[in-house]
């Protein structure tokens, strides 16, 4: 097979780039490792920024978003038995963020593609990428228990923190900056009322704590938990009570518990790969950087990135610019690095790091001078709805 853009990966990333390059008659093929009902299964981010929604709405995939997204003004910070309302269309300049699962854009991309009939391939196993420094770079993969060989023009590493794209870049041509944070968040999701129609962060000498939700009757909760805890560690009424713990009274007396339908820990790392490109190899989202979810970013700077890649080549195919695809890892970047700043600052600011009381006492009083403060607001608020994107050279 041949085709101008094998992309890497059927997550957010992939299938956005997929769709967006398919609307422009710009031809790709994607190649996926899992079902697309394993890709569904895994629960993640739920929070928009307006530049992904807008960029959503640009690959022509967002009615049901559009219907269905909450659009979020604020959100709430909790500590020290005090709750602070962090008014985003206030100190944003009037920006707001949409609540829409990473589930329902994935599911909305899923059917999009299906509709277009552009060439995917699901369950592929055994991806291996070849003259990635050529002008024609060669995927291949077996589907079906069939060898199968693409020959393109591009590569987009699109297969996440754990794929095969950032592996195939020489050691020696690839810098990596890596944080692991010492604990992880343990996430449920129910069948329940929200606790509140707005997130709320919760600072805690217990750990940190994070309400969420996904509709008016679908919940979804966090709690800091040791890197040692296993989800079976961990009934449901545990985790009700753990959290009932970390949030300030007022709160837990509108919690509704249920049963979960979805319980999983995930590790908290921050990590960038530079440069996110190699040749005609460029990595993408996840495949090229991670944020803990404190800063609502992972899902969001993926978008940045398919962006970026997709005007680039846009011009690359459009207006024969062959020189601005050189400009894709500078372009990218300079974004990553402030949402990996401020996803680091938030976890640092509310998550339990130790017993040291100094060090709780010194995160209270940053979190109180944040939010008493014009300055502290408009600085949260402006990086929660999404820093400006990097212009597009033209
Ligand atoms: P993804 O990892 O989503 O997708 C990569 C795809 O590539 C996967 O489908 C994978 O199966 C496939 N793949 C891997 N190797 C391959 C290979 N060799 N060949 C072919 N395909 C291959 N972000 C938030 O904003 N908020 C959150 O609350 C949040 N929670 C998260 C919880 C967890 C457990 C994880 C892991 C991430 C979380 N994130 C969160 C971040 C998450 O939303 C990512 O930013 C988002 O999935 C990035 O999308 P992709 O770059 O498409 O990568
Ligand atoms: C979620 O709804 O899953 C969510 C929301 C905000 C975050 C992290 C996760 O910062």
């Known amino acids: 097979m041949k085709t101008q853009g094998a992309i890497i990966g059927a997550g957010p990333s992939g299938l ?10 710009i031809a790709n093929i994607i190649i996926e490792a899992k079902s697309p009902e394993y890709v569904l299964s895994r629960i993640r981010a739920g929070v928009l920024e307006q530049g992904t929604t807008d960029l959503l709405r640009t690959a022509q995939g967002s009615d049901r978003m559009d219907r269905e997204g909450l659009v979020h003004e604020g959100f709430a910070l909790s500590f020290a038995g005090d709750s602070r309302r962090i008014d985003l269309k206030k100190y944003s300049g009037g920006k707001s963020v949409l609540g829409y699962g990473q589930t ?25 990428l070849h003259d ?6 060669v995927v291949r993969f077996v589907h079906q228990g069939t060898q199968q060989r693409i020959e393109c023009e591009y590569i987009a590493g699109c297969d996440g923190f754990h794929g095969v794209s950032r592996q195939s870049i020489p050691s020696d041509r690839i810098q990596l900056f890596e944080r692991v944070y010492p604990f992880g968040w343990l996430g449920i999701l129910s069948r329940t009322p929200p606790i509140s129609h707005e997130l709320i962060y919760s600072h805690h000498e217990r750990g940190f704590a994070l309400c969420s939700m996904r509709s008016d ?24 009570d753990e959290l009932c713990c970390r ?19 995930a590790p908290l790392r921050s990590f960038v790969a530079e440069p996110m490109q190699f040749g005609r190899l460029f990595l993408v989202g996840d495949a090229a950087h991670i944020v803990p979810p404190t800063g609502a970013k992972g899902l969001n700077l993926a978008a940045s990135d398919v962006y970026t890649l997709y005007h680039l080549l846009r011009l690359r195919y459009q207006d024969r610019r062959h020189d601005v695809l050189a400009q894709y890892s500078s372009l990218c970047l300079r974004r990553i690095w402030k949402a990996e700043r401020f996803s680091w600052w938030m976890t640092s600011l509310l998550h339990k790091f130790s017993d040291d009381p100094f060090g709780r006492k010194i995160q209270e ?6 939010t008493s403060s014009e300055a502290g607001l408009s600085t949260i608020a402006e990086n929660y709805v999404g820093l400006p994107y990097e212009p597009i050279p033209n």
């Open 247 to 265: 949030l300030p009274a007022e709160s837990t007396r509108q919690l509704v518990t249920g049963a979960s339908i979805e319980k999983s820990i």
């Open 365 to 370: 009083a940053e979190l109180a001078y944040y």
């Open 132 to 137: 990635i420094e050529s002008d024609h770079p």
């Open 104 to 128: 329902e854009v994935t599911k909305d991309l899923m059917d999009a593609r299906i509709a277009s009939g552009a060439t995917q391939f699901y369950e592929a196993e055994q991806v291996t």
């Open 16 to 25: 956005l780039l997929g769709r967006l390059l398919d609307l422009q008659g």
């Open 217 to 240: 009757n679908l919940s979804r909760y966090y709690v800091q938990c040791s890197l040692d805890d296993r989800v079976e560690d961990w009934s449901d009424q545990r985790f009700w």
